[in-house]
């Protein structure tokens, strides 16, 4: 079935950097862009960015500009999402997500991952 | 940037009522307005998308309207599993951005 399932919590302290990895099955990995979106305990969706896993093109939230890096393997169906100078404001969980193809428009985003805690702490 | 409000942000009804949450963007957005339902502890889902368009799988008892900046979900006979957090979510052009999202409660 169509799947994306993202790696396992991480826990680092400020200033690390972490890489959250998406590995997406069950469908034609190039054709979907991979779309991060993050939520703080209890808050709302907070959308990072896209890659495109055909052209490894990228797009990201003016927020995250310089300190976030999406990219993509295309031989082993994974995107990747890099975070660095971690800060006590970066604990979240992490989703990967599927861009749903829409004429004209941007992502809706249909797949999901099941999320990544990140937990910055020192 | 695209900012988009919500209301309210919570609600209680009862099982049966008919729920309507309403979503406005601070730019029009023509009709590229998505909503997601996150249930406790639970991944986000897509019910709809471009407005009005109900993903495959989702009862039909969710339906989506509005264009430019105003927008509603709405829940035609409310269910004990819809409890959880509804959230918009402008899908017009990047940067992408969701509303800050109505929780719905069995009252």
């Known amino acids: 079935q169509v799947q994306l399932v993202q790696s396992g919590a991480e826990v680092k302290q400020p200033g690390a950097s972490v890489t959250v990895s998406c590995k997406a099955s069950g469908y034609a990995f190039r054709t979907y862009d991979i779309n991060w979106v993050r939520q703080a305990p209890g808050q709302g969706l907070e959308w990072m960015g896209w890659v495109s896993p055909d052209s490894g093109n990228t797009g990201y939230a003016q927020k995250f500009q310089g300190r976030v890096t999406m990219t993509r393997s295309t031989s082993t169906n994974t995107a990747y999402m890099e975070v660095t100078s971690l800060r006590s404001d970066d604990t979240a969980v992490y989703y990967c997500?599927?861009?749903?193809?829409?004429?004209?428009?941007?992502?809706?985003?249909?797949?999901w991952g099941q999320g990544t805690l990140v937990t910055v702490s020192s | 940037d695209v900012q988009m409000t919500q209301s309210p942000s919570s609600l209680s009804a009862s099982v049966g009522d008919r729920v309507t949450i309403t979503c406005r963007s601070s730019q029009v957005i023509s009709t590229y307005l998505a909503w997601y339902q996150q249930k406790p502890g639970k991944v986000p889902k897509l019910l709809i998308y471009s407005a009005s368009t109900l993903q495959s799988g989702v009862p039909t008892r969710f339906s989506g309207s509005g264009s430019g900046t105003d927008f509603t979900l709405t829940i035609s006979s409310l269910q004990p599993e819809d409890v959880g957090t509804y959230y918009c979510q402008n899908h017009n052009s990047a940067p992408l951005s969701f509303g800050g999202g109505t929780k719905v409660e069995i009252k």
């Open positions: 997500a599927r861009g749903l193809i829409i004429l004209g428009a941007a992502d809706a985003f249909d797949i």
